[in-house]
């Protein structure tokens, strides 16, 4: 792994600029592959998703309607609870529609089982979904992630609009952070 000079608080880069876009226009050429013909919209989550959704939005060759949600875990301090308020709702009725949630990272998997179920319930063709990240040991729901980028070490991680306190969201890689940025 290459370590990261000019950033003294980060740590080490997991996956470069380069990794993520080139991972991300084969998902988009295998979504235009399995959406021939369909309604696609693409559903992102606020606000970690947005660089996902802009770069692989752009992989997809074929029309896409795109939509967001945000949403708030309640729970301790970092930890996700399962419990889910939305803070911003769907502008598009989704009935009838082939949606594809597009996310930064599957973690524990509590808020997306919950957003799952939540959208199913308003009676969409299909609800499948698409992540850059996924933690395979930190998962405590079965959830079936349709497109997968890459499974990562269950540490936290900044950037590609992945943030610790706002920041590095602007990042153009996936990176750990070092011991002073959590102080
Ligand atoms: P889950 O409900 O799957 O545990 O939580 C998913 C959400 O937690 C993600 O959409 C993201 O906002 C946040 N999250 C989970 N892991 C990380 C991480 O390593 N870094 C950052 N910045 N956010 C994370």
Known sequence: MQRVESEVDLDQILITEDEIL?????????????????DLLLV????????????LARA???HVEMDWMAVSSYGSGTKSSGV?????????????????????????????SWLVANLRSRGPSSV??????????????EIDVDY???????SFV??????????????????????QAHE
């Open 128 to 141: 499948r979904i698409a992540s850059l990240l996924r933690k395979p040991d930190a998962m405590q729901m």
């Open 84 to 112: 889910v308020r939305i803070l911003k709702d769907l502008d598009t009725d989704v009935a009838g529609r082939d949606v594809l949630i597009v996310e930064d990272v599957v973690d524990t998997g509590l808020t997306l």
């Open 60 to 62: 997809i060759d074929r």
């Open 22 to 38: 080139g991972c991300l226009a084969r998902m988009g050429k295998q979504i235009t592959a399995d959406y021939d013909g369909k």
């Open 148 to 154: 997968v980028g890459f499974d990562i070490p269950n």
């Open 158 to 179: 900044v950037g590609y609009g992945l943030d610790y306190g706002e920041r590095y969201r602007n990042l153009r890689c996936i990176a750990t952070l070092g011991e």
């Open 44 to 55: 992102g989550v606020l606000k970690g998703a947005v660089m996902v959704m802009a770069d």
